[in-house]
């Protein structure tokens, strides 16, 4: 439970991610350069400053023993869902989120999203109470607490009306379950009941994984109960699964208009093309006319004549497809893929359980904001406003994307191998 005034570097990891941020600045400002000129052509401005407090912010926590962070995660935990709760009161929004509650506002100065920074927290209280079992946990009794851990911030940022954030914290979740050694049947029935949610509103489709998920059931029951005790698990999920199946349709009718019109014009843009399906519809039109190489940086049409929007926060990487192009797509999908290699290794060669958690917990985190903002720029998912790592603006993000390196460069120095590298 101490800082210490040397660290070993992952110079992979930090060299890949400052990549990947210089990158994301570059595409920033070529967001910026639009043939009538707003706001957002000096945002980059803001971005490259907000890198220069994220690496700084790194290079201190890397500072900090795994053994402090551990130690400390209870109470960031808990700072962090009073801040989360403040917010429900006395949150704003910002920029394209202005309709929810995330932003902490003090004095009308508005300051950040509190929620970004939860994520890290979530991670080191997962990491506690998992890293702390010998086992792998094998029943729902254990993953009560784990999931209490993630269910208090989702709610409250559910409440915050910011669904996009609120699924991180999900994905976080069966991250950290599978790294920890939950088997795949185990994360297949927790993850039912949302299963049965979306599924819920077409019968027949609803119907087949529901006898799909009897047969998991009874198989998981033969595996996990060989006495004759009562399956109260198996019960609960298929019980779980009812609920959920019978409550889509009248969830749907709950909806608010627009959130009706999001998930329609998902499955078909054309049906409301200059509202709800505006956005995926400019955002496909600007990646699929780059080509191989694109139009040229900065030259992109879409972008210059404002028909893509959010242009420099959730559909950056419609302005990556159009002025760059296959190539340029590649490079940046490349670059991830290699981010995320490199965390694997190093939760795998991690010193402890704890570590080794934390390590795939961001890595998840990363991971469910890589696959949502790609895949609702291509129409693949539905829109829910999730920045991409690195490349959206925003200095809140920029800021927990960075602290994310500096706790994994910590790890990858404690843990096996990590003399590989040079010391500072």
Known sequence: MRFRSAVTIDWPLVACALVLSLYGVAIVFSAGQTDIPTYVARVWKMQLLWLAIGVTGAWMIS???MRMLEWIAIPLYLGTILVLLYLLFFGGGAGTAQGTKSWLVVGGVKLGQPSELAKITVVLMLGKLLGGKKDAPKTLGELWRPAL?????WLLIIGQRDLGTATVFIGIFFAMLFWSGLSWRMLVLLASPIVSLILGGVTQLWGSWFLLLLALVIWQNTQTYRSKRFPWEGVAFVTANVVTGVMAPLLWERLRPYQQARLRTFLDPSIDPRRAGYHVIQSQVAIGSGGWF?????????????FLPAQHTDFVFSVVGEELGFLGVTLALALFLTLFLRVIRIAERASDSFSSLVAFGLLGSWFVHVVVNIGMTLNLLPITGIPL??????????????????ILVRIASEGRGGRAFGRV
Do not use: D, N
């Open 389 to 406: 790592p690195f490349f959206s603006y925003g200095g809140s993000f920029m800021l927990a994307s960075w602290l994310a390196i500096g």
């Open 149 to 153: 851990v993630v269910f208090v911030p």
């Open 63 to 65: 500072r900090a023993s």
């Open 294 to 306: 694109g139009k040229g940086y900065t030259e992109g049409t879409q972008k210059r004549l404002a």
